[in-house]
């Protein structure tokens, strides 16, 4: 279960933030560009390129008493602003020093896991199940302090309300074979805005897991010759669901909106996530470790996640960085 977390850590945070990690980078201008899930208005709006629809189709391998078992995730946009005290009142500002700390405003992510239920595959035959996804706007409000101790400043932090349908279902095929559908939709009121203002109301990164017991996923990437046909005729909407966990193993699949094979790994010399599969480890770590000190200043403040990277970064012992420079595995080939 641990690997299958990993892989689904790395989808949710693909492309998240890339290198150089600072809010100055160009590359880092437009985000939250893999798994997009739109207000319904919007996508319509602006045509396919930006759904407001994904859909995952797989074949599960059972009877009306198996359970598959559905969560969806993604990441909620949430706005940071740094808020500086004139006497009474808390202005806006792109950026306040205190001390030996900077801080910048700019947009961090909220995680949202939406728990949509376990059901019987008979339940699922007789009607669609559906879970509404409804979350509240809100903000909070983190006092920054002097060395004094005296609060002459604030992080404000706030999101914007989302909501949206999951729905289940399920058919037959024929005897022991069934197709199961989840169905994630933004249908979160949309007032006009542009692209940048309406990711804030957008399922970012979303992905779908499924699990099932008393019966085995199918493989949509290599079926048996017996269920090409119905493995084809599965209609997967900005998303792919592969298995996932040890190889050989059917009871998990990921629908991830990045395209990945049948039982993805992240390589065990990774020190941790980077948000940029297109990247090698042993590269970003240079890279990170030549960065300039004001540019580490603000790869800091541009994120808590990039402070993250650096603080690890900084802290990989020689064995460590050795350890990135390469390996040699056995590969199972196939031969006809």
């Not at 909501?163 to 022991?176: F, I, N, R, S």
């Not at 996923?217 to 048996?224: E, R």
């Not at 004001?294 to 690890?312: F, G, Q, V, Y």
Request: charged share 30%.
């Amino acid at each position: 279960m641990d690997a299958v977390k990993k892989i689904a850590e790395a989808v949710l945070y693909e492309g998240y933030l890339l290198y150089p990690y600072r809010r100055s980078a160009r590359k880092n201008q437009q985000r939250w560009t893999f798994g997009g899930v739109y207000p319904r208005a919007y996508s319509e709006a602006r045509g396919e390129d930006d759904p407001w629809i994904m859909q995952t189709q797989c074949l599960v391998l059972g009877d009306e008493e198996s359970t598959v078992e559905v969560k969806v995730r993604f990441l909620h946009v949430t706005e940071r602003k740094v808020g500086e005290k004139r006497g009474e009142t808390l202005e806006f500002v792109e950026e306040l020093r205190l001390g030996g700390e900077l801080y910048l405003s700019w947009d961090e992510a909220t995680e949202r896991e939406i728990a949509v239920g376990r059901f019987k595959l008979s339940e699922l035959l007789e009607s669609p199940m559906r879970v509404g996804i409804d979350i509240p706007g809100g903000s909070t409000e983190e006092p920054l302090a002097d060395s004094t101790g005296e609060v002459v400043g604030a992080l404000i932090r706030s999101w914007r309300t989302v909501c949206g349908t999951v729905e289940v279902e399920a058919e037959p095929l024929h005897k022991g074979t069934f197709r199961v559908t989840v169905r994630i939709t933004n249908t979160t009121p949309w007032g006009g805005e542009d692209r940048e203002s309406t990711l804030r109301q957008t399922f970012a990164s979303t992905h779908t897991t499924l699990e099932v017991e008393a019966g085995e996923f199918v493989s949509l990437t290599d079926p048996p010759e017996e269920l090409q046909e119905a493995a084809e005729g599965c209609e997967n909407l900005k998303t792919w669901p592969v298995l996932v966990g040890e190889e050989g193993e059917r009871g998990m699949l990921l629908s991830s909106p990045i395209i990945l094979s049948d039982y993805p790994r992240i390589a065990p010399e990774s020190p941790g996530d980077f948000f940029d599969g297109g990247e090698i480890d042993q590269l970003l770590v240079l890279n990170i470790l030549t960065l300039t000190d004001k540019e580490k200043e603000e790869m800091r403040a541009s994120d808590p996640r990039a402070r993250e990277i650096l603080e690890r970064t900084e802290s990989l012992s020689n064995e460590e960085l050795m350890n990135l420079h390469g390996a040699v595995r056995e590969f199972r080939m196939l031969r006809e």
